[in-house]
């Protein structure tokens, strides 16, 4: 299993990014994908997943409405469209991987992704 994380760079306050991870060496259609940030001094939060197989997405509290995830099967890719953007965005964005009936047995919650794949993350920062 390979994630790789790409689109993380600096923006200002109000803007816009798209992050993408690219996955490889598994059946995409069988796993479930979250995204998670770590700020500075701050635990990894979850703030979105999407099953690749139905397209049913979660979304925490911090990032709903804000953020939009989505998925192209045929590319193996998961976006994560992120709008109006505030510093307290700013952190090391990563994508899990996990799959489906492993995600199910640990409660379909984030936590369930410390058991997954992950990518290497990459830095989202947003000034004021």
């Known amino acids: 299993v390979q994630l790789v994380e790409s689109g993380g760079e600096m923006v200002q306050a109000g803007g816009s990014l798209r992050l993408s991870c690219a996955a490889s060496g598994f059946i995409f259609e069988d796993y479930v994908i979250g995204w998670f940030r770590q700020a500075p001094g701050k635990e990894r939060e979850g703030i979105s997943s999407?099953?690749?197989?139905?397209?049913?997405?979660k979304y925490a509290d911090s990032v709903k409405g804000r953020f939009t995830i989505s998925k192209d099967n045929a590319k193996n890719t998961v976006y994560l469209q992120m709008d109006r953007l505030t510093p307290e965005d700013t952190a090391v964005y990563y994508c899990?991987?996990?799959?489906?009936?492993?995600?199910?047995?640990?409660?379909?919650?984030?936590?369930?992704?410390?058991?997954?794949?992950w990518g290497q993350g990459i830095q989202v920062t947003v000034s004021s």
């Open positions: 899990s991987a996990i799959r489906r009936p492993l995600y199910r047995f640990f409660g379909s919650t984030f936590r369930a992704f410390k058991t997954g794949s």
């Open positions: 999407i099953t690749s197989s139905d397209g049913f997405t």
